[in-house]
């Protein structure tokens, strides 16, 4: 068979086998099984309460890796809380020292760790080779850069505390490295739950650890299951949670950590649309296809697994994809010459399987590879393979077009006008990745405007790179990893490590019917008068016919507020979803209308203050300075608003990669108690001036500050549907905010049971939620009321990767 | 490529038939060319970043290892145009060069791979016009074809009726082979019909002999450009698309070659017509060959593994060839001086 003119004949590749010896010693050296590595030190493997580890592609047992459970959470938190102090006031230099040194180390076992990776997820040695140890290396090559620089690039920022860490099994080293890498170069200590498939290049990890001697307790490592996450991600002792995985385990953790003043950032699952234009180069778009779906087995959360293709192209693009498809290799991902390795495990391959036997049930047209009969049947014996599979006249509710799959299986969609392919891109729950082919520039850039993606390649898929932000959209989480928006992730301004508690709110008065006589706006203080709601720039009665009493300091009656209900938050929300206008007008644009209202407010002045005094008891002095503090607040933001429109990245030579800083366009906006007007301001102005249409709920208790802003915006050009604000109960509205699934974002100041609800309630869309946590804050303070924190919570990072060359 | 019975009539050493290894093709048709069609390539631009990396990423996708690699090296020689092309040719130094198109692997390490009896000689020789008679001669009955460049070669800016009378010059003179360039003004300035017709009539004055096209990709400069040319060079009846003259400053590249491939696939999808590819200059490593060899194989099949169409024009290439077959054979790293030079 192997004779040089058989070989002559045939002309086939013939088997280039990684050696994979030295890892193979290495796993029978632990044959007693692996512990957790907690504290600077491998505990003693729990053989009875452990579970075993396969090699995907033979099927064959390899490890044997204790189940972690709470008390080995419980110590590998105690272990990273001793840490902790040490850690985070160690100098940015000797930080670094330490990162640069875990680079070091990963690269001095490039190999082991690519084989090593290869046998426990199945991955081809190519991409655990070229991909995946070197984009670890470099990821903490880069956040060694951090380190150093964190106090210089973040002042007034610390470190968060102790972060529990949860990864998933498709890139097991890799997103160890980005959850890592940024926490310990934050300052952060970090306790690591590694996905139960694919223990064992963390566990390697760990060994690197002591062998670069990065200090006990700094990294810990638990295995185990969705049980052992759900005690680390429910640990009192963390302060951050970071996750990667599935958009449903994703919502259960944003559930169970609702309330418990923890930071928290997602990175789930995706349907990522693949759009080509007529005027791409086709073939190098095919290629595209190749790295988009079949990198990884198509396990991948960004995978281009959605192909829209204009129509005019779409025969010719299937034809020559096909082809492609045909000379792809499936099988033994330790072979140099395999495109598609393993999946992870059998019932991966079950759950593939299933969602591919439904899409033919929808009536999409499945194609395979004339070779694929002859692919393994995904038998753990046989090895789990799954061949590259391509669906054709895939309509968009299909659940091929809906559901993530996380296999080699592509759906083709075609569209008409590249206002169509966008409609077909957004038309998702998910929003992690897009990638748009398109040789003209206003084509491509257009599309990467106008998709919701966290990402998005244009002429190119899946490149990753350290200080390129990476995140998703909508139900494909918040938070980005990698570059300066990773960092924040793992940084909280450091006044709030010393922050009171907020006080309990005192509920609003019982309603009553709405007055008849409810005289708008008015001179001077309208003490007969209900104040009305603002939603798309009229006003509006409440829904409810209800109002309720606004009190003075004394417990008087000073007017009445409508009491909202949630069809006038939906009614807002529409009112905000139409006003798109706002977003895209430039930044300049914005900010000269926040400078009128800037200058309308201080016109005013004198009437505002004065019923502030009323409303809140407070002196004439202080509410005079909390007015102009208001104005200059505006002002403030209008300053920012044509300048923090993102940064430009060049990960790579003839690369320009953008970080663009995008509305989150739907907001909401629960206000608090305190500072009634200031606390309005400061939470609508930057939400606006980057760009959102918001639906505000002013302070209950006294919320005619904020009512009488209305007119401000009505006389200052602020478009209808822009600000909308709805008065009534906090929480109430709150949570109708909270599960309304057209937000994108809420920010939410009010109780620490308000702000549980919201982060509990925000799963149903995971809609980004910043909330006070409990904290009291001084709107007056420089720091504390206004700044970078408002500006980077007000947009969301789009990443956009622009190849250029000639 | 000719037959090569043509050849064996009066051979006086005799060519162990190779139709079981290289079964040759005698139902497929010669590219006579279509109607100058810029629809074809008119609207087509090569995004270079992404040809870089699918060229970068060919030969970490594949290889070849051990036997394998061994018997790909040896098809890697039976596509050399084992070349001369210097101002110091003599006649000589081509007959040097012929016997060793004959005899490219020692006599042993052929035996070694069970390749004794097999006839294993490169896929031609190329000469300038005026060594043509002396290749002709000492390859007569070899079945070796002997191509010459001819047009003004490197720079085909000589009068048309030079570079056309050149043409017939070295096919009288027995080249089965015209190595062509193209006048690249044309393609600068994308005068698709001046190219087109320029190449045409190269093509009559070939007649029966095959014309290989060089582009000069090197001063064509953008991919897309390269895509253009070869699709007027094929609609012009290339039968091969070549990379470089070898004198140009940037000679034979993946991307290139990446895109020149793709251009064949295209016009084969287009026409149905089979043509050869053959870069040349700068392809001086076994590595490199066989990268080549990945490359025609992922993108236009293995149809394109064999010397009918596919060649690859190297002057030292075969040298670093023959050490890494020397190593497979023996286990020891091979040095130059052990095998016999061009």
């Known amino acids: 068979m192997n004779d040089i003119p058989s070989i002559l004949r045939t002309m086939e590749y013939g088997p280039a086998p990684e050696d994979a010896r030295i890892v193979k010693d290495w796993l029978a050296s632990h044959g007693k099984g692996f512990g957790h590595f907690i504290g600077g030190a491998f505990t003693r493997p729990a053989p009875k309460d452990a579970f075993d580890v396969f090699n995907p592609a033979t099927g064959d047992r390899i490890a044997s890796v204790t189940r972690g459970n709470a008390k080995d959470v419980d110590a590998a938190v105690a272990a990273a809380t001793r840490a902790f102090s040490k850690w985070s006031a160690l100098s940015g230099n000797r930080r670094a020292r330490h990162l640069y040194a875990l680079a070091r180390h990963v690269q001095k076992h490039a190999r082991f760790l690519a084989v090593l990776e290869t046998i426990d997820n199945g991955k081809t040695i190519r991409e655990t080779r070229d991909i995946d140890i070197p984009l670890v290396a470099r990821h903490f090559y880069h956040h060694a850069g951090w380190a150093e620089l964190r106090d210089e690039e973040f002042p007034g920022h610390a470190p968060v505390g102790v972060c529990g860490q949860i990864i998933p099994w498709n890139f097991p080293l890799l997103m160890l490295a980005w959850k890592v890498a940024p926490a310990l170069a934050a300052g952060c200590t970090v306790v690591l739950k590694s996905a139960e498939h694919t223990p064992l290049t963390a566990l390697a990890f760990a060994g690197i650890c002591r062998e670069a001697g990065l200090p006990d307790g700094v990294f810990n490592l638990v295995n185990g299951d969705g049980e052992t996450g759900s005690a680390l991600a429910g640990h009192d002792g963390i302060a951050k949670l970071a996750f990667t995985g599935s958009t449903a385990v994703g919502r259960i953790l944003r559930r169970q950590t609702a309330g418990q003043a923890k930071k928290l950032s997602l990175e789930l699952g995706g349907k990522s649309p693949f759009i080509v234009f007529e005027n791409a180069d086709i073939d190098a778009a095919i290629e595209g296809v190749v790295d988009a779906i079949w990198f990884n087995q198509g396990e991948v959360c960004c995978a281009g697994s959605r192909a829209l293709v204009q129509e005019g192209i779409a025969a010719r693009f299937h034809d020559k994809l096909k082809a492609r498809m045909e000379t792809l290799r499936v099988g033994d991902p330790l072979d140099k010459a395999i495109d598609i390795g393993a999946v992870v495990a059998p019932v991966q391959i079950e759950s593939i399987r299933a969602k591919v036997e439904a899409g033919i049930a929808e009536g999409a047209t499945m194609w395979q590879p004339s070779w694929a009969p002859s692919v393994p049947s995904g038998s753990q014996a046989a090895g789990c393979f799954f061949p590259p599979t391509l669906f054709t006249h895939v309509a968009p509710a299909s659940s091929l077009a809906q559901e993530e799959i996380f296999g080699p299986v592509l759906a083709t969609m075609t569209f008409r006008t590249p206002g169509e392919a966008i409609e077909l891109a957004n038309n998702s729950r998910y929003g992690l990745a897009a990638s748009i082919w398109s040789q003209d520039l206003d084509t491509a850039f257009d599309a990467a405007r106008r998709v919701k993606a966290g990402v998005v390649w244009i002429n190119s898929t899946n490149l990753f790179d350290a200080a390129a932000g990476f995140g998703g959209y909508k139900e494909s989480g918040f938070g980005r990893e990698g570059g300066r928006e990773g960092m924040l992730e793992y940084l909280v301004p450091a006044w709030t490590k010393k922050a009171k508690p907020v006080t309990a709110a005192r509920p609003i008065a019982a309603p009553v019917p709405v007055s008849g006589r409810d005289a708008p706006g008015g001179e001077g203080l309208g003490l007969d008068r209900t104040v009305k709601m603002y939603i798309g720039g009229k006003q509006a009665r409440p829904d409810s016919g209800y109002s309720y009493p606004v009190l003075d300091a004394k417990g008087r009656t000073i007017t009445e507020a409508g009491l909202g209900n949630r069809k006038d938050i939906r009614n807002a929300v529409e009112a905000a979803r139409k006003a798109g206008a706002w977003t895209a007008m430039t930044g300049h644009g914005r900010a000269q209308v926040l400078y009128f209202l800037a200058e309308n407010l201080e016109l005013r002045a004198a009437e505002f203050a004065t019923r502030l005094s009323a409303m809140t008891g407070a002196s004439a002095d202080s509410a005079g300075h909390e007015v102009a503090a208001a104005a200059a607040r505006i002002m403030y933001y209008a300053a920012w608003a044509d300048k923090y429109d993102g940064a430009v990245r060049a990960p790579q030579p003839r690369m320009l990669s953008l970080a663009l800083n995008e509305a989150w366009e739907v907001m909401g906006i629960s206000c608090p108690d305190d500072s009634p007007l200031l606390a309005f301001v400061s939470l609508v102005a930057p939400a606006i001036a980057m760009g959102s249409r918001v639906v505000v709920t002013p302070s209950p208790r006294h919320p005619l500050a904020a009512c009488d802003f209305y007119q401000l915006l009505d006389t200052s050009d602020v478009p209808g549907g822009v600000v909308n604000i709805v008065t009534g109960d906090r929480d109430e509205l709150a949570d109708t905010m909270a599960k309304h699934d057209d937000i994108a974002a809420h920010w939410y100041f009010g109780t620490t049971e308000g702000a549980a609800m919201v982060e509990r309630e925000s799963a149903g869309n995971l809609k980004a939620v910043w909330s006070n946590q409990g904290k009291q804050r001084d709107w007056l303070d420089g720091h504390q009321g206004q700044g970078a924190e408002f500006l980077f919570n007000a947009v969301r990072v789009k990443t956009i990767w622009t190849p250029f060359g000639i | ?342």
């Open chain 2, 1 to 342: 490529m000719k037959a090569a019975t043509e050849k064996q009539a009066g051979s006086d050493r005799q060519i162990a038939p190779r139709h079981d290894l290289v079964p040759v093709r005698p139902d497929r048709p010669r590219n006579d060319g279509t109607d100058l069609r810029p629809a074809w390539f008119e609207n087509t631009t090569v995004n270079l970043s992404a040809a870089e990396r699918r060229a970068a990423t060919l030969a970490t996708r594949r290889t070849v290892k051990k036997a394998w690699q061994a018997a790909w090296l040896v098809r890697a020689i039976e596509c050399i145009d084992l070349t001369t092309l210097a101002g110091d040719d003599t006649p000589g130094r081509v007959e040097r060069l012929c016997a060793k198109a004959r005899w490219p692997l020692r006599a042993d390490l052929a035996e070694a791979l069970g390749l004794s009896g097999y006839g294993l000689h490169t896929g031609a020789v190329c000469v300038y016009p005026s060594m043509v008679p002396d290749a002709v001669r000492a390859l007569e009955g070899t079945g070796i074809s002997v191509a010459s460049v001819a047009t003004g070669f490197p720079a085909g800016l000589t009068p048309l009726s030079t570079r056309l009378a050149e043409i017939r010059y070295a096919v009288e003179q027995g080249a089965d082979e015209i190595d062509i360039v193209i006048h690249r003004a044309q393609v600068l300035t994308g005068d698709w019909p001046a190219l087109y017709d320029e190449l045409r009539r190269m093509r009559e004055a070939c007649g029966q002999a095959h014309m290989k096209a060089i582009l000069a990709t090197g001063e064509l400069k953008t991919l897309t450009n390269v895509y253009r040319a070869s699709m007027v060079a094929m609609m012009a009846g290339a039968d091969f698309i070549k990379t470089s003259t070898g004198m140009e400053a940037v000679n034979a590249t993946l991307p290139v070659s990446l895109v020149m491939v793709r251009a064949i696939r295209d016009y084969l999808g287009f026409t149905g017509l089979h043509v050869g590819f053959k870069p040349a200059g700068g392809i001086r490593a076994a590595k490199d060959a066989i990268a080549w060899l990945i490359l025609m194989k992922e993108e236009l099949g293995a149809d394109w593994l064999r010397p009918d169409l596919f060649r690859i024009g190297a002057s030292s290439l075969l040298g670093d060839i023959e050490r890494q077959i020397e190593h497979y054979v023996t286990g020891r790293y091979s040095s130059a001086d052990r095998h016999g030079m061009a």
